[in-house]
């Protein structure tokens, strides 16, 4: 039961120096990596780029505590970042003490709503988010930060928001680039795509081993950090126009307190939900899939708990929203981390980043974490999946083009919800308007197939109605309409079964109409009888005064009516 | 094709002189009867009086050209009424120009609304109102109703809105209450409720015949109003306090333009949709089952263009929104209606009643008109219904619930939106933890049943899991957990076949799922099968790579898996 709720405990007891030197390692090498999109991230939210350093410190302790993935590496991540700037802009200014203020309010709100979906066992939620959607989302969201990035690596400040105004400041803007920028950002650009793509194969080339050569690759933006910090320093770009990261405090995270100001987190409710299920999914999955291949399990409430206090930790300590971040946590991976302790290593190594480091990083310039953000988010855009949604499912592709659509033009909000409603009205839709067919018997057999489709035995006194679907208030009244065109088209019909073999549901609504579908055929004269009906859906039915009024017989099989109902043919 | 656009275009031909005798007696019943009802709804939805009568006139005349009942009556009717007060008050005081002239815009965006559904044949839309939600609507809407009238029975001026305020003052003002106008409203309750529960009884006893007691007691609100309005002018009560009608000016309605500001428009948007919607699913679910009785069909997607231009007319004839009234159209049926000629004739009453006899209404007093709604409404609160939901579903017990609370607390429109949200919501959360089974083979034949409730043969390297729900979004990543579960759980698995019997759908979002199940069972060494895919489905997964990349085969049956995949017991 604790071991359930402080998942520390069964991993803790059996430690020992060969996961701690494993764990050490790993810890080493995430501190090092994480710090350059760390500091991205924050930017990318509009935020101080030390925000993105305390929010990797706090939470990413709490995690290890809290957390059921052995593996998963918790901080900033790109969408979350993104999420968290498009909502902070309603409530205030960047680069005001409201904006910071606001985002603490935004960590604690969805840390809260965390724990308690994790609490009341609501994980299921995140169900909603279908792959289209979230693969479309994702896709748009990475052209949107792509753009959002853009003036960045040009020196522009760009001030507008929205996809489209945004580019056309970026545009008219182009001819006061500033030219250092432009330089610093493409060359840090190509590096990073030519280390992505071709750096792997170079390495090994040079013998590496394969798992030594992935992480080498992903110290590109390490060394860009340093080089272009280097750079700019020495030849004091600064002073032409670079934009740099500038003067961070020294020191750990000061202990913040998030204000209570009710309209603040009333208009920052709905962003805070949409953050904690879209960084949960995110999270969840990535974690589900790593921990499968080392044949592990996590579970999915418990993560929630400590998504959750992640996040309040980085409410409290001068941080911003958090999820387990897809980058880091295969960094983590790769480097061999065997048990969360790798995070508490990570942790601590961050810590000592913002005690001692701080200064190093004023010279960093912004257009250097802009390419890496860069680069590493085009992967978000997925057109392989976008193709094969398309040949698919043209009803499962329209939502997930109305979500891209919907996060392009109208952020990143109205692209979730609308991406949600959509599929659930299509679903609803699809249901509403059930697959149905008139069964024969096979000759010589007990099987009952579509009469259209075989060649079966039928009579004409006797319909065979299959209903694939459910019956619930969508459909219920299609059904009337099913069965009574039925009886005014077959003048001859005295026998009506439902056959019920895929209805595993039959709410309060499709009870009424079959009320109605029993009178009404009791008016015609045609007797109304059930088959196949499940075990659930029966034990409901008899809760209700319907197989008492029903003019004729549940039958345990298609096969038992025709025997009883079917005249011998002459 | 005419004819389905035109269905008066069906019956017209064939107009004899008995068909004509018929309609014209239902007509002139339909006249004298409509009359207290229309001004009654029209002061619910703090409207003048004379506004029901006119809602009565055209809109009658167009539903006889274009709707396909052929006994619908259209009119002012309870529910509308309500709902279009709620609506009006948002945007304007009772009593201002602009209140009428909202009433006009709410009718034509009604109507623009109804007959844009009909056109695009979107009716189904009306099945999200399953019955539970109607059902709650329409009792909470009741008890609303009455408390909104009871001001008018006691004589008080109420001011305040919603419920428990308006509850509120009327328990305040108690002691300043008006005698004659109590006197005048509890007489009328009680002779019509008497009316209501004796007076068929009373008359058999009279020896009449049973349809024509049954007409005679439903003129108890004309004798009502006739009584009461000639004592109120003979006593001069009118002077005492009492509340009557007042002036209505003679002469058919005026021709009126509804007026184009874009934010009346967008506020009166939401609640223009709700009303067209619970109109019309009051309207065509009575149309459907007066069709029914004379073996006749209606067409739901011509019913919404013929109710469509109805409200249309309405809105240019200083109207307010209608729709098809229940006790006016039973008044119509039983007085022997034969055809929408009834209408014509009715409308043609009304033409003459506005032109002549609108002086004699001046005296009606107010709290007659209360006594008659409130008679009439309280038949909408069904306990019965209530107390089944109960007890055959507590999912859609509680959505009705919910839509009681929310309309009696929150307003009509909060309650319906609330409970169509909430239905949708429970049925998503059932079928995403769906019904499943691991099936075994009944000795000797060729079924396989659930191995918890039957006595079957199973083999301990095979599973064959039954899912009794379509897979989509909401429950794709339960049946990857359902199968890493199995798999966990029995080391010996070697063969998983999912049988997918009662599977209508398999979105794209259920179809990774499978994907991803199929490589984690092949790094463990299952195989995976599937068997008894339906041919939709089966033509939808070809139309993927998930096939190609499956382990196992498609079955087209268990027994055929069976057979293939379990080891003949030694």
């Not at 999109?37 to 809290?66: D, E, F, H, K, N």
């Not at 880091?328 to 302790?341: C, E, K, L, S, Y």
Request: some cysteine; proline content about 5%.
């Amino acid at each position: 039961m604790l071991k359930r709720h402080l998942p520390i405990l069964s991993w803790l007891p059996h430690y020992n120096r060969r996961l701690c030197s494993a764990d050490l390692l790993a810890g080493v090498i995430v501190t090092v990596m994480v710090i350059p999109q760390s500091l991205a991230y924050a930017i990318l939210a509009g935020l101080p780029a030390v925000v993105g350093l305390y929010a990797s410190l706090l939470p990413m302790l709490v995690y290890a505590l809290l957390g059921t993935s052995r593996t998963l590496a918790v901080g900033p991540v790109a969408i979350v970042a993104l999420m968290t700037g498009a909502a902070l802009a309603n409530v205030a200014s960047p680069g005001t003490p409201e904006y910071l203020e606001a985002a603490l309010v935004l960590s604690l709100l969805s840390g809260l709503m965390l724990i308690a979906m994790g609490l009341l066992r609501m994980g299921f939620l995140a169900n909603f988010l279908s792959h289209p959607v979230i693969g479309g989302f994702l896709s748009a969201a990475g052209l949107l930060i792509a753009v959002s990035q853009a003036g960045h690596l040009l020196g522009l400040e760009v001030e507008a928001s929205g996809l489209f105004p945004r580019l056309a400041e970026i545009v008219s803007g182009l001819p006061h680039l500033n030219g250092p920028t432009l330089a610093i950002g493409s060359a840090t650009l190509l590096f990073l795509v030519a280390m992505r793509l071709r750096g792997k194969q170079a390495l090994r080339g040079l013998r590496l081993p394969p798992s030594l050569a992935d992480l080498v690759t992903r110290t590109g933006p390490v060394l860009a950090v340093v080089v272009t910090t280097w750079l700019t320093w020495w030849l004091d770009l600064a002073a032409q126009g670079v934009a740099v990261v500038g003067d961070i405090p020294r020191g750990l995270p000061p202990l913040t307190l998030p204000g209570f100001e009710l309209s603040l987190w009333q208009s920052l409710l709905v962003p805070a939900l949409l953050i904690s299920v879209v960084g949960f999914v995110e999270s969840v999955s990535m974690g589900q899939m790593l921990a499968a291949r080392r044949r592990e399990r996590i579970s999915p409430n418990q993560e929630l708990v400590g998504l959750g206090g992640a996040n309040l930790a980085a409410a409290f300590s001068a941080g911003m929203p958090v999820t387990g971040g897809l980058s880091r946590t295969v960094i983590n991976f790769d480097a061999g981390a065997r048990t969360p302790m790798a995070g508490i290593f990570a942790a601590a190594g961050i810590a000592l980043v913002t005690l001692l480091f701080t200064p190093l990083l004023a010279h960093l310039p912004i257009a250097t974490l802009a390419a890496t953000i860069t680069v590493s988010i085009l992967t978000l855009v997925d057109v392989p999946m976008i193709r094969q949604t398309w040949r698919y499912s043209r009803s499962d592709f329209s939502a997930m083009a109305a979500t891209i659509a919907l996060t392009l033009v109208e952020g990143v909000e109205a692209g979730i919800i609308g991406g949600v409603a959509l599929s659930i009205g299509l679903f609803l839709y699809r249901t509403s308007r059930p697959h149905s067919a008139l069964v024969g018997r096979i000759p010589g057999t007990e099987h009952f197939r579509n009469v259209v489709r075989h060649d079966t035995e039928t009579a004409s006194h006797l319909a065979l109605l299959r209903i694939d679907e459910s019956l619930y208030f969508a459909n219920a009244r299609y059904l009337e309409d099913l069965v009574y065109d039925l009886v005014a088209t077959r003048p001859e019909l005295e026998q009506v079964v439902l056959i019920c073999s895929a209805v595993n549901l039959i709410d309060a609504s499709a009870l009424e109409s079959l009320d109605a579908i029993n009178a009404r055929l009791k008016d015609s004269g045609v007797t109304l009888h059930l088959a196949e009906v499940k075990g659930p859906v029966m034990d409901q039915l008899k809760r209700s005064d319907f197989l008492d009024a029903m003019t004729g017989r549940v039958f345990l099989s298609t096969y038992a009516a025709w025997r009883e109902l079917a005249r011998e043919p002459e």
